[in-house]
């Protein structure tokens, strides 16, 4: 790929822009994707959620300072839509987030595009039992496998509470994993 600021150029010039941005969406599409699913559970909600996040990179690409990665920033929006979503979702449910999730979770297995064994639906379990913090620095950190710094970019967050959260979230994990 190009460096970065180069690409970041591309994107933010009116003539490449719409050239660059599908090859930012062929880089980025499937991580972003696994992502969002892994906070809403959902094939169909998740493929809305990425679609509003990549609408709203393209459209406030020109603000992107480049202070942090241009993924982190791309995982901040991804990660803020779907939170919205969520939100949005569990309000127009009558539910709260939790419960939202908690029944997402339950349909999980039903859903065709879930192919995950047991021991998986399991683990998908015990990470939505924990709150939503912890939830998404063990994503993050477990599945997406980004460092604690990049992490920090993403969430705005410390890297020491980053630490914190992730050690709590797994200690929770295997506890829940180890009592069933």
């Given at each position: 790929m190009l460096e970065e600021t180069e690409f970041i150029s591309k994107l933010k010039s009116e003539e490449t822009k719409d050239a660059a941005f599908k090859k930012l969406i062929s880089l980025y599409h499937k991580?972003?994707?696994w992502h969002i699913r892994k906070m809403v559970f959902n094939?169909?909600?998740?493929?809305?959620v990425l679609q509003n996040a990549f609408i709203k990179i393209y459209k406030n690409i020109h603000l992107f300072k480049?202070?942090?990665?241009?993924y982190s920033w791309m995982y901040r929006i991804a990660t803020n839509e779907a939170i919205t979503f969520i939100n949005k979702k569990a309000?127009?449910?009558?539910?709260?987030?939790e419960e939202l999730k908690q029944h997402s979770l339950n349909s999980l297995e039903a859903d065709v595009y879930f192919d995950g064994t047991e021991i998986q639906l399991k683990l998908q379990k015990a990470i939505a039992s924990l709150p939503?913090?912890?939830?998404l620095?063990?994503?993050m950190k477990?599945?997406?496998?980004l460092t604690y710094e990049e992490l920090s970019e993403i969430l705005d967050t410390s890297?020491?509470?980053l630490k914190s959260s992730y050690h709590i979230a797994v200690k929770k994990i295997t506890a829940l994993l180890t009592e069933n």
């Open positions: 991580r972003l994707y094939h169909d909600d998740s493929d809305d480049g202070e942090s990665k241009l309000k127009r449910s009558g539910f709260t987030s939503e913090k912890q939830q620095v063990f994503n477990y599945f997406d496998d890297v020491g509470a």
